[in-house]
């Protein structure tokens, strides 16, 4: 599957996920900014958080932080659903436009308040956070299946760990940390503040 993901991955156009002038920045490996003091991670980060989430064809997947819709494109390409939860409502309306008009209809659409997850359909597989939390939800952990696996960038704002956390079949919580980030800010009780 990281061989099809990587292949799809270098197909997948960035500049369809950005507004027109900074389309002929697209193709570099920096973050770009999509609006309303929010970005576009760099493509490297997307395909690595990706990877890291060890998706399958039969994962349900909850991300938090629609923005662009460039890291959901890469999600719904190799999972079964992916439930995606924006709280700025134009972004969030730009990004399913998009999708759309690319032929996804596994993605499913909600303007509200990540922190809270989507409870409607968890529990999820996989989770996955694109922005930068003082500390994990707790709600998000509920709604994380047994064997399942979330990433989420924990720490302050001008640096934190991205880590990958895992539960086990006891519902028995592990964190590894993979690499230093900087994310915008979780926005709600997680954040920073």
Known sequence: MKDQ???????????LFVDAQFQHLAG???PLPIGFNQTISQP??????TLELDLN???RVLEIGTGSGYQTALLAHFA??????ERIPELAQKAEKRLLSLGYEN????LGDGSQGWEEFSPYDRIIVTAGAARIPDTLLKQLKPDGKMIIPIGPSNNQQLLLVTKDDNNQIKETSLAEVRFVEFKGRFGWS
Not at 5 to 15: G, H, T, V
Not at 80 to 85: F, G, H, L, S
Not at 107 to 110: G, T
């Open 5 to 15: 993901i990587y292949e799809f991955f270098q197909k997948l156009d960035r500049s």
């Open 28 to 30: 570099r490996d920096h």
């Open 44 to 49: 490297t980060l997307v395909l690595y958080m």
């Open 57 to 59: 064809r039969d994962c």
């Open 80 to 85: 079964a659903q992916v439930y995606t939860v």
């Open 107 to 110: 993605i499913f659409f909600r």
